[in-house]
């Protein structure tokens, strides 16, 4: 077995139509049996990193490689390795859970009977065994999602693509299938996920990637990416509007790269977080200015975000 | 693993042939189910041509004479061609939602024949045409309709309906491959589909028509099928021979040959 599962380099893609450079130069590794997580904003080019990988779409320029195959030339090879779980939950709801299977398993060149067995065992495996015989459009969100999971799974891939698979789950179904995906983790798959939540990644990757507008601005574990950033976070709120936007003043001219801001509340992240709230506070305070909160925290991947691209992640 | 790298390096034409056959059928049967899912949607388009039918027979049809064969049989044939080409633009609509959904995407990640996501939809098209023809013989049998040659004579004719609309089916893929989304797969399918359904001999002679539409109505496509349905099935006009019938099936072979692969050809392009 190759230990690197996948390898991309200087991966570019612009869309003919639109043309939008959904990806500018973007190169990364992932080791056989690890997740990694590709964290952005809507836009940042997850998708298409995803779309490429998975031999929907051909780059511009750039290669890849899946367990050393050529993606350009061993694309039918490459198809039977994968998996692919996708954001819209691209399965049939006209169709029940075991006819979306069953198909799912022909297409992927399965004989009848190992078609129909391996449906079976999938929706067993991802409690849908109830439903197995209702249309997918009587299905709630989570069991879309688990469905469209199994779905990805029929050939046993080595490596499994995961297309946002969370989004716009109610917090139940999502720690289930975070569970699922775990459970596929341990028993070796390969991941590769794109998420908008810095929880997920937190949680489920061993590496983490931060991409914006096509481009790679960040990778490394989740603990090494917090650290990169500083190993505090001062947050302090404001009473109005105003306040917050004199203490903005003050704060940016002594810490002019470190300031971020969401709504009445400023943080300042730093290395050093005693001496930082210091020198925070004897600021707001020598200016007479009210805060009415303050809190000193490790970073979270939010904050780590927020100073990489000077915006929430799921801003827009 | 390592199987799955050598078996998939003997990739050959028989092997792709197969594959094409057996995931057509796949997905042949996977839109068939779907149509089934949702009877109101195939209720509906059956109610369209029967409603044509009543028009036709019972509004319009006193009002348009045709010497030598009753109105009834005129109009039957031309309701059979009218029926399987509207029925032909579900071809582009339901690509259209599958696009639009995300379930191409899918099928595109797959092992699986890349050609079999359009001629399975186009031949589950195919069939569903078949089941709206046999209602539609029922309700010409009903409203007075009778068959003037023989019943193999008339099973020709809707043998070269279907080819024919078979062939409208692949310029459908096209558009359901250019359109945003299903409703816009829609909309964009009339302005194509009912010139050629109306400009023709479908409903009323073409020596009706003014000088400039008649040369059109004459020689376009659906006119030629027309003629030669009617021809295989009601024997009109009597004293001809059909050479309209093997005009009909070059028509439907040529427009193949061109539409298919240029929807290949677009739908191998991804986005």
Do not use: C
């Not at chain 2, 003629?227 to 024997?235: C, E, F, Q, Y």
Request: avoid cysteine.
């Amino acid at each position: 077995m190759n230990e690197i599962a996948i390898e991309v380099n200087d991966l570019s893609k612009t869309y003919p139509k639109s043309k939008v450079k959904a990806l500018d130069g973007v190169s990364f590794q992932v080791k056989t049996g690890k997740v990694l997580g590709l964290l952005g904003p809507n836009g940042a080019g997850k998708t298409t990193i995803v779309r490429i990988l998975t031999t929907i779409i051909k780059q511009d320029s750039g290669s890849a490689k899946i367990f050393g195959l050529d993606l350009a030339s061993r694309t039918h090879a490459i198809k039977q390795l994968i998996g692919l779980a996708g954001q819209y939950a691209a399965v049939d709801e006209n169709l029940t859970g075991f006819e979306n299977l069953t198909m799912i398993s022909r297409l992927n060149h399965m004989n009848k009977v190992a078609a129909k067995s391996k449906a079976l065992e999938l929706l067993e495996k991802f409690d849908l065994i109830a439903a197995k015989d209702r249309t997918l459009k009587t299905y709630s969100g989570g069991m879309r999602r688990r469905l469209d999971l199994a779905a990805s799974l029929v050939n046993n891939p080595a490596i499994l693509f995961l297309d946002e698979p969370t989004t716009g789950l109610d917090p139940q179904s999502r720690l289930m299938l975070w569970d699922s995906i775990q459970n596929l983790v341990k028993s070796g798959t390969t991941v590769l996920l794109t998420t908008q939540y810095l929880e997920e990644a937190d949680r489920l990757a061993d590496t983490i990637i931060v991409i914006d507008h096509g481009r790679l601005i960040a990778n490394g574990t989740p603990t090494d990416l917090k650290k990169r950033f500083g190993s505090s976070v001062i947050s302090i709120t404001l009473r109005n509007a105003e306040a917050t936007d004199s203490a903005t003043r003050l704060l940016s001219a002594n810490f002019p790269n470190k300031l971020l801001s969401e709504d009445n509340t400023l943080k300042v992240i730093s290395q050093d977080g005693p001496k930082l709230t210091l020198d925070v506070l004897r600021i707001i305070d020598a200016n007479n200015i009210e805060i009415v909160g303050l809190n000193v925290s490790e970073p979270s991947l939010d904050d780590v975000f927020l100073t990489l691209t000077g915006q929430t992640i799921q801003e827009n | 693993m390592t199987d799955v790298l050598q078996n998939s390096t003997k990739t050959n034409w028989t092997k792709s042939i197969y594959w094409l056959v057996t995931d057509t059928l796949t997905m042949t049967k996977r839109n068939l189910i779907s149509y089934t899912r949702i009877p109101q949607a195939l209720f509906f388009s059956t109610l369209q041509p029967v409603m044509f039918v009543l028009l036709f027979r019972y509004v319009f049809g006193n009002a348009i004479p045709i010497k030598n064969i009753q109105y009834v049989n005129y109009l039957i044939p031309g309701i059979f061609v009218q029926t399987v080409l509207f029925g032909s633009v579900s071809t582009g609509i339901g690509l259209a939602e599958d696009l639009q959904k995300g379930i191409i995407e899918r099928f595109r990640a797959l092992p699986m024949s890349k050609m079999a996501v359009l001629t399975g939809r186009t031949i589950a098209d195919m069939a569903r045409n078949i089941v709206v023809v046999t209602i539609i013989t029922g309700v010409g049998f009903a409203v007075g309709f009778r068959i003037q040659t023989s019943v193999l004579s008339f099973v020709n004719g809707l043998l070269l309906l279907l080819l024919f609309s078979f062939a409208v089916s692949w310029g459908f893929t096209i558009v359901g491959l250019s359109a945003p989304n299903s409703e816009t797969a829609q909309v964009m399918s009339f302005p194509l589909i009912f010139p050629l359904t109306f400009a023709s001999s479908a409903f009323v002679p073409v020596a009706t028509m003014p000088t400039w539409l008649r040369d059109f109505a004459t020689y376009q496509p659906v006119s030629v099928l027309v003629d030669a349905s009617r021809k295989l099935m009601v024997n009109f006009p009597a004293n001809i021979s059909n050479w309209s019938a093997v005009e009909s099936i070059f028509w439907s072979l040529g427009a193949i040959a061109i539409l298919l692969p240029l929807a290949v050809y677009k739908f191998s392009k991804a986005k």
